[in-house]
């Protein structure tokens, strides 16, 4: 609550599940537009979950419904996610595509490759400079995608 005692926002992401319940208890939705992404496939997919996902039943039941209140808009990848999302009572369901800044990556190339490519998060809790260490003594060609966030002080040797 602190961040909203000192700073004026135009618009909260929930980015995660867990996040979900925080702004609904917050009551954030009624000043500040609240989207709520849908990284999980559960999320959209409901009827058709023959998988055991990473929630529970009883779990995925009380996101399903967090995602139906009024006040919240459900930001998902595709038209058929939409589609899908609104038949399950998302009425206010829009289309945010996830930008990709190596379009590249998609065109067939059936050439040898060599190197490492690292497409994720870059967090402290993964070790990213244990990967940098593996990479250097192999010798490796490393290119990282401009959709990771880098710490400021990663080291260039």
Request: charged residues 25%; positive net charge; hydrophobic residues 40%.
């Amino acid at each position: 609550m602190y961040a909203f005692s000192k700073n004026l926002y135009d618009m909260v992401i929930c980015n995660s599940m867990e996040s979900m319940p925080a702004a609904f208890a917050l009551d954030l939705g009624r000043n500040i537009p609240v989207v709520f992404y849908t990284h999980e496939e559960s999320m959209v997919f409901r009827d058709t979950r023959k998988f055991k996902g990473v929630f529970t039943e009883s779990c995925n039941e009380f996101f399903n419904r967090l995602m139906t209140v009024d006040y919240a808009f459900i930001g998902t990848q595709s038209q058929r996610n939409v589609d899908e999302l609104k038949v399950n009572g998302c009425k206010n369901a829009v289309l945010l595509p996830m930008p990709m800044s190596e379009r590249d990556l998609l065109t067939q190339n059936y050439e040898e490759r060599s190197g490492v490519l690292y497409i994720g998060r870059w967090e402290d809790r993964k070790n990213p400079e244990a990967f940098l260490d593996v990479i250097k003594r192999r010798v490796y060609l490393l290119k990282l995608l401009p959709i990771v966030m880098v710490r400021k002080n990663l080291r260039q040797d």
